[in-house]
């Protein structure tokens, strides 16, 4: 079965200072797909980034951008220039791409920017 | 544009009593539809899924139901509520172009306290 592991219950950056958030997955599968989200105090989700395994270029969104290291089976996010708007917890997500397409999640990272 | 609706946002019941949780899709057709439960301070666990009208899979045996009456609504359902159905519950969406790049969205979700 797929798991998704985050190793950091909680990380702390200075404001305009650059964190990067590790998570580590599980899989027996060649071709799948990763996800960051975001979860504000609001509780929505929201997607910050994705990447499709069988690209070897890691994504970047502005400020946010991803190590990919598939043989290490290692997904981890950077966030540069950090804002105070960045605070939230982040989850790290792994697609199944047969049948239905099925999100398996990380326990997520609690993100702390300090002004 | 595509928007999901996520109803009520708030609810507390008691031990033993109904649940009915709405979730409705607009913009598209023919979505993947998901259900969501994520407990205090963890990431989030799939408890159903649908591909179509009447098509439901269950990810984990639990006190919960689905239905999907309409091609854009999803209803989770319960008989009798535990303490344990205590979380925050998040329909998700996927369709079209969104399916094909795998990227699923999100609700606002629904806080459900059961006393």
């Known amino acids: 079965a797929q798991t998704v592991t985050q190793s950091q219950p909680e990380m702390s950056v200075q404001e305009a200072e650059t964190v990067t958030l590790s998570c580590t997955y599980d899989t027996s599968e060649s071709d799948y797909y990763l996800f960051w989200y975001k979860q504000p105090p609001s509780r929505q989700m929201i997607l910050v980034i994705r990447q499709e395994a069988y690209k070897q270029q890691n994504a970047t969104e502005n400020r946010f951008s991803v190590n990919f290291q598939k043989a290490a089976k290692s997904f981890s996010l950077k966030i540069s220039d950090s804002q105070l708007g960045d605070a939230a917890m982040y989850f790290c997500a792994y697609l199944i791409i047969q049948g239905a397409q099925k999100l398996v999640f990380g326990q997520g990272t609690r993100l702390t920017i300090n002004p | 544009s595509q928007t999901i609706h996520q109803w009520p946002a708030t609810l507390v019941q008691p031990v033993g009593s109904p649940l009915s949780l709405e979730c409705t899709v607009e913009?598209?057709?023919?979505?993947?539809l998901y259900w969501y439960r994520q407990a205090a301070g963890r990431g989030l666990q799939l408890l159903f899924y649908?591909?179509?009208?009447?098509?439901i899979s269950s990810e984990v045996p639990q006190n919960l139901s689905a239905s999907r009456p309409q091609d854009r609504q999803f209803i989770l359902s319960s008989k009798k509520l535990l303490l344990s159905d205590s979380g925050f519950y998040l329909c998700a969406w996927t369709s079209g172009p969104d399916r094909a790049k795998n990227i699923q969205y999100f609700g606002a979700g629904t806080r459900l306290s059961v006393l």
């Open positions: 649908s591909v179509g009208i009447g098509q």
């Open positions: 913009g598209t057709s023919n979505p993947n």
